[in-house]
């Protein structure tokens, strides 16, 4: 009996390779030039100058584009049904607007078929992937019943296995007079239906949602259940979601924008990663998260798009690039490793984020010769081609 093996294909000729792995070339990016990468299935086999590639099954030239890792998206809501563009429509309009916020996805979310969730899911895994994205994390969180959740992460499951549990989003509608009920059933019936299919429990520690006492009964019970928490923490104003996050050793505190010293400084200290999400400021002029001085610090970084229907329904990785570097205090080269690298530390990811032998073969090219154009140049579709898994998508 014989054996085939998968063929292997080189990239040559790339004006600049990102591989983020300092060890192969200049700096925190590990830069190569006129850079060469060998693809072996679904691996990189080989990185290195272009002059020196190995020989293939197959040959793409590069023709003098930037090659970056894929990036990872480590916070999106992407099991949902409906949209809510009149809210949209009224906040950039100055005028009030009482629709129910969440509540109105969640109603559209319950509402919806199987088909219809999935098929809205695909749709905006797809567009992402056009833009470079080739791993993602989602959430449930729009359906808070037993049924719906663990729905939602059924769904989810088949696409990724960046798979959050978040019943505790807000507390439900059904539940509006017994938020301590609500709490019940998520540590509860709804964990355990919701156990089997996610990697991840995550919490909406805010002021509305559930304070820190509920944050940190529902992510000690997810833990139980063999769940690792991350947190949706300082978003709207001070509060505890941070100190939680790096308490319980959460993957990630995600939003950020409202730190105290004590919560930079933990952050610096601890394995938890501050994951910003610029797209929410910008979908509801807030005030921008400061990367500065978590980058000062110390602590790391991760930038991710928090697609959702409500406050950042965007799927591009390249504008929340564009927008920490011009509002944030990021340099190019920091929100590109924070897009890529940083986002596989939030998800605890060795596979993901860099171009290097041994890891997933997720890459992309752009039509400019430095990944810096995705900052100089927002708004443009500089991703031309991506390779998801080592194949050509």
């Not at 992510?219 to 939680?244: D, E, F, S, Y």
């Not at 910003?276 to 001085?293: C, H, I, K, N, Y």
């Not at 406050?311 to 990785?317: D, N, R, V």
Request: proline fraction near 6%.
């Amino acid at each position: 009996m014989t054996t085939t093996s998968a063929p292997t294909t080189a990239i040559t000729h790339i004006a600049q390779l990102v591989t983020n792995d300092p060890s192969l070339g200049e700096g925190p990016l590990g830069l190569i030039q006129d850079a060469a990468v060998v693809i072996d299935g679904d691996r990189i086999a080989w990185v290195g100058a272009s002059s020196k590639a190995p020989a293939t099954d197959n040959a793409v030239d590069a023709a003098g584009r930037a090659g970056i890792p894929g990036f990872v998206d480590s916070h999106s809501h992407l099991v949902f049904a409906g949209d809510r563009t009149e809210e949209f429509n009224a906040r950039m309009s100055g005028r009030p607007y009482s629709a129910g916020g969440i509540r109105t996805t969640v109603a559209a979310t319950r509402a919806a078929t199987d088909g219809e969730l999935e098929a809205n899911l695909t749709r905006h895994l797809a567009e992402a992937l056009r833009q470079g994205t080739t791993t993602f994390e989602t959430k449930s969180g729009y359906g808070l019943t037993v049924e719906d959740e663990a729905r939602a992460l059924r769904i989810a499951a088949a696409h990724t296995d960046e798979v959050t549990f978040l019943g505790a989003h807000i507390v439900s509608p059904d539940y509006a007079d017994d938020p301590a009920g609500y709490v019940d059933l998520v540590t509860g019936p709804m964990l355990d239906a919701c156990a089997p299919h996610a990697r991840w429990i995550d919490v909406f520690c805010e002021k509305g949602a559930f304070d820190g006492d509920q944050a940190r009964a529902i992510l000690t019970a997810g833990k139980a259940r063999g769940l690792a928490p991350r947190v949706h923490a300082n978003q709207l104003g001070h509060g505890p979601g941070v100190q939680i996050a790096v308490e319980l050793g959460a993957a990630s505190a995600d939003h950020c924008t409202h730190l105290s010293p004590a919560d930079i400084d933990a952050l610096a200290q601890s394995e938890t990663v501050a994951t910003l999400l610029p797209g929410a400021e910008f979908s509801t002029r807030a005030a921008w998260p400061d990367a500065r001085p978590l980058l000062d610090a110390g602590a790391t970084v991760a930038l991710s798009t928090d697609c959702n229907p409500g406050s950042s329904f965007t799927s591009s990785m390249p504008f929340c690039i564009a927008l920490a570097v011009r509002d944030m205090g990021m340099t190019p080269d920091e929100a590109l490793w924070s897009a890529t690298a940083g986002g596989a530390r939030a998800l605890r990811r060795t596979d993901v984020g860099r171009i290097t032998p041994g890891a997933r073969a997720d890459l992309a090219l752009l039509d400019a010769p430095s990944h810096v154009h995705l900052a100089y140049r927002p708004g443009v579709p500089l991703v031309s081609a991506v390779w998801h898994k080592g194949v050509l998508v």
